[in-house]
Structure formats: structure tokens, C-alpha cells
Nanobody
Framework: QVQLVEAGGGLVQPGGSLRLSCAAS????????RDWYRQTPGKQRELVAT???????NYADSVKGRFTISRDRAKNTVYLQMNSLKPDDTAVYYC?????????WGQGTQVTVSS
């Protein structure tokens, strides 16, 4: 069964914006840290942003000041607002959470930044 579902990817010009969403199907996820990762072909998956169970946030240096992670607990959904997008932001973006020793991943959503 699908636990995390991403949406919102697409093609955008450099300097543009996109908002990704990650809806969770299990209620317990609203009480855990939630992350966004991204991956490009031939590279390891990279941690982009984290929102903790207490709503503190952390970002990769490459996206600080441009991306914002947030959550809506009522909807059990996490968002990634991406502004001032660059071609280097092109990747498949995955949402993730860990409950105990088990990792949960979404199916990924493609973000392409190109003119």
C-alpha cells in the first residue's frame, strides 16, 4: 500500500517557482520528522530539507534562502516551496519519513528547470 504520495513537479524556467506536496496515508506520520530528498542520474540521493516533529527546519546549503519546507498536520501533508529555481535543482524529488527503524519513501516527482 502507498504511504507517501508526492505531487507538484513539472517543468519550470530558471528563476521560477514550484510547490511540491507529500500526502501521508498513515496518521502516525504527522508526529515524526519529514524530509525531502532529491536525486539525479548517477548520483546519490541528497537530503534537501527536513521538518522535525516540533516543526524546526533544516536545509541543504544549496537551497537555503530559496526553499521552504512546511507541514499541515490536519492534512497530514508536507510541502516544499521552491523559489528562484536553477537548472542544478533538476532532479527527482522524494519525500521520506522514518518510523522506528523503518524508512518510508514516496514514488518521486520530477522537477525540471530549463529554458
Amino acid at each position: 500500500q502507498v504511504q507517501l504520495v508526492e505531487a507538484g513537479g513539472g517543468l519550470v524556467q530558471p528563476g521560477g517557482s514550484l510547490r511540491l506536496s507529500c500526502a501521508a496515508s498513515l496518521t502516525v506520520f504527522r508526529f515524526y520528522d519529514r524530509d525531502w530528498y532529491r536525486q539525479t542520474p548517477g548520483k546519490q540521493r541528497e537530503l534537501v530539507a527536513t521538518i522535525s516533529s516540533r516543526d524546526s527546519t533544516n536545509y541543504a546549503d544549496s537551497v537555503k534562502g530559496r526553499f521552504t519546507i512546511s507541514r499541515d498536520r490536519a492534512k497530514n501533508t508536507v510541502y516544499l516551496q521552491m523559489n528562484s529555481l536553477k537548472p542544478d535543482d533538476t532532479a527527482v524529488y522524494y519525500c521520506h519519513t522514518q518510523v522506528g527503524s523503518r524508512d518510508y519513501w514516496g514514488q518521486g516527482t520530477q522537477v525540471t528547470v530549463s529554458s
